[in-house]
């Protein structure tokens, strides 16, 4: 595009400022910008119908899933509103339930980048419910006093957000709440769990390993990492070069599994907590189980395609 703009409009040595602009501007308004846009958007179209095309149930199901993801507020909601005991266990139930909901709206923003074209941003989305997961995991076996100061921690965070200083006094009460760090340590809230990298301190707490292998990839995905540069983000078992990077319409199911998993997991963690009727509490955790079912078979079936792709193309290139 800057090569054709260049032949429109000449050497730009020979031309100063003003009359530069001058005729860039007639370019952009022209025919061939027209065409350079389209040619963009073109791109993303042909994603957005080979999703649509290749997996239009597929979509429907994981509507039908957030729906039933839904419906478990409603019975945890109930039965905490009967415990007789409540107040013991009411910041941790308040905080996880939050952090619930919110993954919730996370998860239904996934169907809008994937119905327009847009799979590997979805792993990011994806980082936000596993860490809201992990946290929510970890406080509702934790104790009322760390739940509370969890939710507290957000006065501190509006005020990094708007640039704000405590005043002298509220830094000796958030001294004598948080601790002498509050402000750059995220995770003082966890008492437990003092020092540096809190966050892989609170998995190895909850024993979290069934999902960790998809939060290493969310942040090799959204942090500056070597890993996308390289190796693009998912392998293909149909390219010829094992090192091609690009967008693939099989991609969504690795990527619907992984959401799943994690729902499924933050599911039954609400279910086992809040809900206290037995057979409900059964019912709720067999629909769960059977998605979760269906994805390990899926994905099974997906790891062993792809790893029998990758290492007939390993054998090649090693010939």
Not at 169 to 194: H, Q
Request: hydrophobic share 35%.
């Amino acid at each position: 595009m800057i090569n054709e703009i260049l032949k429109e409009i000449g050497s730009i040595k020979n031309k100063d400022d003003k009359e530069l602009f001058k005729q860039l501007k007639v370019y952009l308004s022209g025919e061939k910008l027209e065409n350079s846009i389209k040619s963009l958007w073109d791109s993303r179209e042909n994603n957005k119908i080979a999703i649509q095309h290749k997996y239009p149930n597929l979509i429907k199901q994981m509507s039908f899933f957030a729906l039933l993801l839904m419906d478990i507020n409603y019975f945890k909601d109930a039965s905490y509103k009967e415990k007789k005991e409540k107040a013991k266990i009411k910041y941790r139930y308040n905080v996880s339930a939050a952090l619930y909901n919110k993954s919730l709206q996370t998860f239904l923003d996934v169907f809008g980048l994937l119905v327009n074209g847009s799979v590997s941003s979805t792993f990011l989305l994806w980082r936000s419910i596993y860490e809201n997961f992990v946290i929510s995991k970890y406080l509702v076996n934790s104790t009322e006093e760390e739940a509370n100061l969890f939710n507290d921690y957000e006065i501190i965070q509006r005020y990094k957000l708007i640039g704000k200083k405590p005043t002298k006094e509220e830094r000796e009460v958030y001294v004598k709440k948080f601790g002498r760090d509050f402000e750059t340590n995220d995770y003082c809230w966890a008492k437990s769990l003092r020092g540096k990298k809190t966050f892989l301190k609170v998995v190895r707490s909850i024993k979290e390993n069934k999902l960790f292998k998809f939060y290493l990839l969310s942040a090799y995905q959204g942090h500056s990492s070597s890993f996308t540069v390289n190796k693009g983000f998912e392998y293909h078992e149909n390219s010829s070069d094992i090192n091609r990077i690009g967008f693939y319409p099989d991609e969504v199911t690795k990527s619907l599994n992984a959401f799943i998993a994690v729902m499924s997991e933050f599911a039954n963690l609400m279910v086992d907590n809040y809900v206290d009727d037995k057979k409900s509490r059964e019912t709720l955790k067999k629909l769960v189980l059977y998605y979760g079912k269906e994805i390990d078979k899926k994905w099974k079936k997906y790891q062993e395609k792809t790893a029998a792709g990758a290492s007939g193309q390993v054998t090649k290139i090693k010939k």
